[in-house]
Every structure is written in structure tokens, then in C-alpha cells.
């Protein structure tokens, strides 16, 4: 089944404590994009890959890091996760840029 | 500054009847137009989408219409259903590496 799955799917942390969120697609997709959900604010996205080892800053890409090592996967990074980057995680892939984006089941993240 | 954005943040309607949801874009550049349905605790869901050289287009029991000299796109489901119940957003491709989401409508079905 075609599909975006992330890793894990709720988190309870500590500010502080580096946590990664993992992203996969299975679909031969080029282009991946992180992207955090709040009340009133709709998606916004923060980190986006056009490819392979290509990525670059989205809307609000403070406070995260992603890497993109293999076409399949798009990790994203909290290096020192703080209050304020409690939120729903989405990652969102397309064949490319531009084009419709197939969206995983969302990773809730509560920063203590 | 430029925004995707709803007329209405929630709609509600009775089970049956048709719903309109609406979207109004200010880049004229805008090509590529995509409706997504997310329903409670889940990642939003490709609906439908259109092209700007397209003025309507239609699928199982929804249809997508641009109407380019207003700037306006809207989301016509028929038969409403309260599977239907679920937040709906519309997103442009303003550029040719990201699309932009507007906030979202809340449509709640009435039994």
C-alpha cells in the first residue's frame, strides 16, 4: 500500500532531551516536507527536500534539523525540543515539487 | 501579504443536503489548486484538485471550481454525508516547490 508512515505517533519529552521523528514513504517520491499544525494557525511548514541530500528551510524552520541521506526517508530533528514546538508533526511527500502531497498520520508531540 | 484563505471557518449542514465551501487566493501566478479533507486525528487526505487552465472538475460526488477573474475556488460535495464531517482545506502551488495551505473550514453533518 502506497503510504507516509511516521515514527512515533505520540511523545511525551522533556525540554531539552534531543528526540528525532521519523518519516518514510514508499512511493519513489522526490520531494518530502515537514510541516506542525496548531489551533488557528493551520500548516505550516518548516523544513522541505526537493531530493536526495537537498533540503531547505520552510515558513518556520527554528529549533529543527531534517536530513534526507535516502530518497525513502526524511527524519526531523529536535536538537534541544523546548515548550513552545508542542504541536501535531505532519510529513507530507510528492512525486515533485509542487504537486499534490500525500500526508502521514501525524505525530503529536507535548514538550514538557 | 499574499494568503490563502476561507470565507468561512465552519459550515454546518444537514445530512443530505449539498455543501459549498469556499476558498478565495490572492496570487494570480497560482496554477495548481488541491483540496484536502482531514478528519479528527488524522493527516489530511488528497480530495481532489485542479489546474488553472480548468474551470471545473468533478469527482465521486465532488466537483472543484476556479473562477480565476475573482480569484475564488470552491469545493461542492453532493449528498452530504456525516462521513463528510471532517476540516477542509484548499492549497495553491504559488511556486514550484511548495504549496501553500490555507487555514480550513469545519464542516459538521447533521443527521
Known amino acids: 500500500e502506497a503510504q507516509v508512515t511516521q515514527n512515533p505517533r505520540y511523545l511525551i519529552t522533556v525540554t531539552g532531551k534531543k528526540l528525532t521523528v521519523t518519516c518514510s514513504q514508499n512511493m519513489n517520491h522526490e520531494y518530502m516536507s515537514w510541516y506542525r499544525q496548531d489551533p488557528g494557525l493551520g500548516l505550516r511548514q518548516i523544513y522541505y527536500s526537493m531530493n536526495v541530500e537537498v533540503t531547505d528551510k520552510g515558513d518556520v524552520p527554528e529549533g529543527y534539523k531534517v536530513s534526507r541521506k535516502e530518497k525513502r526517508n526524511f527524519p526531523l530533528i529536535l536538537e534541544s525540543p523546548s515548550p513552545n514546538q508542542t504541536s501535531l508533526y505532519f510529513c507530507?511527500?510528492?512525486?515533485?515539487?509542487?504537486?499534490?502531497?500525500?500526508f502521514g498520520p501525524g505525530t503529536r508531540l507535548l514538550v514538557l | 501579504g499574499e494568503s490563502v484563505g476561507l470565507h468561512l471557518p465552519t459550515l454546518s449542514v444537514q445530512e443530505g443536503d449539498n455543501s459549498i465551501i469556499n476558498c478565495a487566493y490572492s496570487n494570480s501566478a497560482s496554477d495548481y489548486f488541491i483540496w484536502y479533507k482531514q478528519e479528527s486525528g488524522k493527516g489530511p487526505q488528497f480530495i481532489i484538485d485542479?489546474?488553472?487552465?480548468?474551470d471545473k472538475r468533478q469527482g465521486q460526488r465532488v466537483t472543484v471550481l476556479l473562477n480565476k477573474t475573482v480569484k475564488h475556488l470552491s469545493l461542492q460535495i453532493a449528498a452530504t454525508q456525516p462521513g463528510d464531517s471532517a476540516v477542509y482545506f484548499c492549497?495553491?502551488?504559488?511556486?514550484?516547490?511548495?504549496?501553500?495551505f490555507g487555514k480550513g473550514t469545519l464542516l459538521t453533518v447533521n443527521p
Open positions: 492549497a495553491e502551488n504559488r511556486s514550484n516547490y511548495k504549496l501553500t
Open positions: 507530507a511527500s510528492s512525486l515533485l515539487a509542487g504537486e499534490t502531497q500525500y
Open positions: 485542479i489546474r488553472s487552465n480548468m
